[in-house]
């Protein structure tokens, strides 16, 4: 396969850069389309979409992750599952989780207590708990956010993320879907409006801190407030983004219809929403620069996956305007199908870290596959309300 390294890209002055951009992106759909498409249908209905994710969960069962097992790469993974089992006969995909919950004891990491990422498996649990009403379930993840309360860390206004122990607090936008999405299950799980307040409050500091008001967007986090692309725009990164806006979702879903604030969360979010699918690729995915897209011209499976779901959902809460978005999201799912192998495994995942890197169609992670399944899920829903059953395209 074509590789065009950054530097190369960066130096060919005489061909403008969205041109690279749209080429490489067109090579990558391609030959993801020449060794997927035979086996995962492009259509988008209730029957294909479910098809599809039941082949990438059933390839992600089969090869499970060396990360920890409540780990925040596994956390975002079983939120995907059991966005599957929600629309799923097959048991296995709720037997799956709920054996994962019974070898954890339902316990999040013992490590960093305060990291936002280790509440991410909590999600998981408090879901099951609201389904099976068993304390053992709901106990841990108590004890471990009654614990943060009661003793939180130390300047809390503070969000500079060098200083040291600053993860302890929301200094980076992925912990926007890591920790509030768990805040308000617990609130569901126990009616107590305290751990409402204690996210509504931390989350709107996070947004205070990284959302820019002008481009709808969120930087990963403070280091980035001055950076520039080579283009010269902002540095906002797909997956970031598509982490907050599926945190938006996850708290929008548990949030009361009259908490005082939710309407601002409903606000982000469609602010969110309108920026990001104007930034969508020919082949239906997100770069992961959003204003620079040629300095990393691969499509990125997690941060597409993570913003089509915050795209369907929004459309099927009617949040947002389904005339408005349905081609989006129905090129968006084409272009995630096309990423899957043969074998269901998903690709052009970007790996761990602040920073992308070099994709191609063996780059896999659970927390893609997890972004994969969150993604259908809505989309299925989507395909399966009045003039939603067509194919793309009609």
């Known amino acids: 396969m074509l590789h065009i390294p950054r530097q190369l890209v960066i130096s060919a002055l005489a061909v403008p850069l969205m041109l690279i951009a749209q080429t490489r992106g067109a090579e990558l759909a391609a030959t993801n389309k020449a060794t997927a498409g035979a086996t995962l249908s492009s259509e988008t209905t209730p029957k294909t979409v479910l098809a599809s994710m039941k082949r990438v969960a059933d390839w992600q069962l089969a090869h499970p992750s060396a990360h920890p097992a409540t780990d925040w790469t596994q956390g975002a993974y079983y939120a995907g599952v059991m966005a599957l089992a929600s629309i799923s006969d097959d048991p296995k995909y709720h037997d799956a989780m709920m054996e ?24 998981t649990y408090l879901e099951l708990y609201l389904q099976h009403h068993d304390p053992r379930m709901l106990e841990p993840a108590k004890q471990r956010c009654d614990q943060i309360m009661a003793t939180p860390p ?114 982000q979010f469609k602010e969110m929403a309108a920026r990001l699918v104007k930034l969508q ?88 596959v997890g972004a994969f399944l969150l993604a259908g899920s809505e989309v299925y829903r989507f395909t399966g309300t009045p003039g939603g059953s067509a194919s793309p395209g009609q």
């Open 100 to 123: 994962m919950g019974r070898k954890n004891d339902w316990k999040p990491s013992t490590n960093l207590v305060y990291h936002a990422d280790n509440c991410c498996v909590l999600q």
């Open 154 to 267: 130390k300047n809390e206004n503070d969000l500079d993320f060098t200083k040291p122990n600053a993860r302890e607090k929301w200094v980076w936008c992925d912990a926007l879907f890591m920790s509030p999405p768990a805040w308000v299950r617990l609130f569901a799980a126990t009616g107590d409006k305290k751990y409402l307040d204690f996210m509504n409050e931390r989350w709107w500091r996070t947004s205070e801190h990284l959302y820019d008001k002008q481009e709808h967007l969120y930087y990963r986090d403070d280091r980035f407030l001055t950076k520039r692309e080579a283009n010269g725009k902002k540095v906002f990164w797909s997956r970031g983004n598509g982490w907050v806006l599926g945190g938006l979702v996850r708290v929008l879903q548990y949030l009361p219809a009259d908490y005082p604030d939710r309407q601002r969360y409903a606000t």
């Open 281 to 368: 690729g020919e082949d239906g995915l997100w770069r992961a620069s959003l204003l620079d897209p040629a300095s990393f011209p691969a499509p990125e499976s997690s941060g597409s996956g993570f913003i089509l779901y915050g795209l369907a959902w929004g459309v099927n809460q009617n949040l947002l305007d389904r005339t408005d978005y349905e081609p989006a999201i129905r090129k968006a799912w084409q272009g995630l199908v096309h990423c899957v192998d043969s074998n269901g495994r998903l690709g052009f995942v970007q790996p761990i870290g602040a920073n992308p890197a070099t994709l191609n169609a063996t780059d896999t992670e659970v927390y893609g």
